[in-house]
């Protein structure tokens, strides 16, 4: 069983860079146990507290807000292996913002907060997955509070295409993200992102060159936002 | 000279909890060389890259945005001791979103990413401190994003009451952040926010308790999300 357990931790992403020869004595020393769920059940309360990693090692998890009236907002869908709430545990306020259920039967793992430390320190390149995944989380989070200053969408997409070109230093850019993971930073269902994106092709704003796009006009994207 | 950059270093917040006779080693190991900066100066540019912790040991810098038509726009001030850009160093994407300028003449380190990998995990007490802190950012992003689906401050402020009382169980609550922090959290000047308390604690809906507020009437505050 612990051997199962830990070959399923040692596939979670957080640990993608690190030596598993090392690893394997301390999860064997922690001798941890995940929980199994099942397909439709409560797994997470919202307001429960996270104290330490959350680590889903098995099936899928479905993140929601449910409302006074019943009606439950899904807000994404967790798919094993990854981690569950990030660095939240060690927030002030380590209260968990959503609720959990089933998607599919699963394992999840709930790692002790002092055991969580060891791990992450126990080699730099999970420490260094650790803090890419907060930091990315930061950006992606500041970035969404920024575009919320531009009421369309198009405008939306200008501003953030214009931030790509400073960053990358060039007019042909690729998008550091997945178009799921864009619709959400802008707020809108993905069909919505791809007719967008469509329109600016169409008015020769923006070209697709494979997997990149190229900004034939960078004023033109400017004089968008000036609406 | 070495000795002086090393107290200072221990000064920082990151390392509140830590044990200093293990650190100091460490720190003279790394021999590490904060630069000086003086009052007016620019810093850091927007778009700089971000590689390993930074921190602030004496002196403040002004975080700004410079706009294409020359103006600054002011994000906030960071007063020594401090860490400056949080876990940005360890995202995929790197860049300082601000430019920093001096406000008053200071000496800023520069921690190298190996380095800063080391001396996180050398205690859990820091590694602990430090993801508190990006918990905290996280927890403070989201919650701003949140209140974006509300128009009014006064709408703002009763979702974000009312979110306190779900998290501490209780109609008399603790606010866990300053009014400047929570002023920047509902993305208005500081006397506007204490206007708008003032107003809901002479409509009966708000009472003040010390250092507390007590919330008579919960119905009420649900309602006026409903407008």
Chains 1, 2 share one sequence.
Do not use: W
């Not at 380590?94 to 002790?112: A, F, K, R």
Request: aromatic share 6%; net charge neutral; proline share 6%.
């Amino acid at each position: 069983m612990d051997y199962m357990v830990n070959s399923l931790i040692l596939e979670c992403p957080l640990f993608r860079n690190a030596r598993r020869d090392e690893l394997t004595p301390i999860l064997n020393q922690m001798q941890l146990q995940p929980r199994s769920f099942e397909k439709g059940r409560l797994v997470a309360l919202r307001g429960d507290r996270v104290e330490g990693l959350k680590l889903l090692l098995r099936g899928s998890l479905s993140a929601e807000i449910p409302s006074p009236s019943g009606k439950v907002l899904k807000v994404e869908t967790l798919t094993a292996p990854c981690t569950v709430a990030g660095p939240l545990a060690f927030a002030a306020e380590n209260y968990l913002p959503v609720q959990l259920t089933g998607l599919e039967d699963g394992l999840l793992l709930s790692i002790p907060e002092k055991q969580s430390l060891v791990l992450l320190s126990s080699q730099p390149e999970i420490l260094k997955a650790y803090l890419g995944d907060c930091g990315n989380k930061i950006n992606f989070l500041s970035e969404k509070i920024r575009l919320f200053q531009f009421h369309s969408l198009s405008q939306k997409i200008a501003h953030y295409l214009l931030g790509l070109v400073e960053k990358q230093k060039s007019s042909q850019i690729r998008l550091p993200m997945t178009m799921e993971t864009l619709s959400d930073l802008f707020g809108v269902a993905r069909p919505s992102l791809s007719r967008s994106l469509g329109n600016l092709v169409d008015q020769g704003t923006l070209e697709r060159r494979g997997k990149e796009f190229f900004i034939p006009d960078l004023e033109g994207l400017r004089e968008m936002l000036e609406d």
